[in-house]
T-cell receptor, first 109, second 112 residues
Framework: DVKVTQSSRYLVKRTGEKVFLECVQD?????MFWYRQDPGLGLRLIYF???????EKGDIPEGYSVSREKKERFSLILESASTNQTSMYLC????????FGEGSWLTVV | GQQLNQSPQSMFIQEGEDVSMNCTSS?????WLWYKQDPGEGPVLLIA?????ELTSNGRLTAQFGITRKDSFLNISASIPSDVGIYFC????????????FGGGTRVLVKP
């Protein structure tokens, strides 16, 4: 079975903190994605990556950056967390089909 | 940009009923995917469709990739309480790196 693992399920961070969300996939997929999911707004793409060290902006990249140093790992970085970044963050990876991790609930206070 | 219209937004189902939901798009997709999301969890892939006209089943679930490539439906037969959740359709195009465009979701609730 494909496994996409997000390192933290629940985090509480303070405004201005730097936040790292880690995602690892075990299927040697080239494509990886970070989404955020908010009530009434659905799933929105933040960043995606086609390959190691490659990244592309999604629909809402502002306030975020990403890192893909190894094929299996895709990290989402909030350089200075703000309260409007409180959300559920979903990592995904794809070959022919896209698989999601379990989600990371981030609360910024 | 591309948009997916998913309907209905929500539905109450009676245990044992068959239910149906669908998605339509303004653009063509190469792949249609259906996911279910339980509260607090990530979406779980139910069915993937890769060819226009394809009809695929997964247990009590059946989904079809529309001939025009602009729509898809999902049927649940003989619904049970654990079918409660949010169902999302998603379309992707390989040329766009398999980026997904999501429907707004159908929230399925069971009548008491």
């Amino acid at each position: 079975d494909v496994k996409v693992t997000q390192s933290s399920r629940y985090l509480v961070k303070r405004t201005g903190e730097k936040v790292f969300l880690e995602c690892v996939q075990d299927m040697d997929h080239e494509n990886m994605f970070w989404y955020r999911q908010d009530p009434g707004l659905g799933l929105r793409l933040i960043y995606f990556s086609y390959d190691v060290k490659m990244k592309e902006k999604g629909d809402i990249p502002e306030g975020y950056s990403v890192s893909r140093e190894k094929k299996e790992r895709f990290s989402l970085i909030l350089e200075s967390a703000s309260t409007n970044q409180t959300s559920m963050y979903l990592c995904a990876s794809s070959g022919n089909t896209i698989y999601f991790g379990e989600g990371s609930w981030l609360t910024v206070v | 940009g591309q948009q997916l219209n998913q309907s209905p937004q929500s539905m109450f189902i009676q245990e044992g009923e068959d239910v149906s939901m669908n998605c339509t798009s303004s653009s063509i997709f190469n792949t249609w995917l259906w996911y279910k999301q339980d509260p607090g969890e990530g979406p779980v892939l139910l069915i993937a469709l890769y060819k226009a006209g394809e009809l695929t089943s997964n247990g009590r679930l059946t989904a079809q990739f529309g001939i025009t490539r602009k729509d898809s439906f999902l049927n649940i037969s003989a619904s049970i309480p654990s079918d409660v959740g949010i169902y999302f359709c998603a379309g992707s195009i390989k040329a766009a790196g398999n980026k997904l465009t999501f429907g707004g979701g159908t929230r399925v609730l069971v009548k008491p």
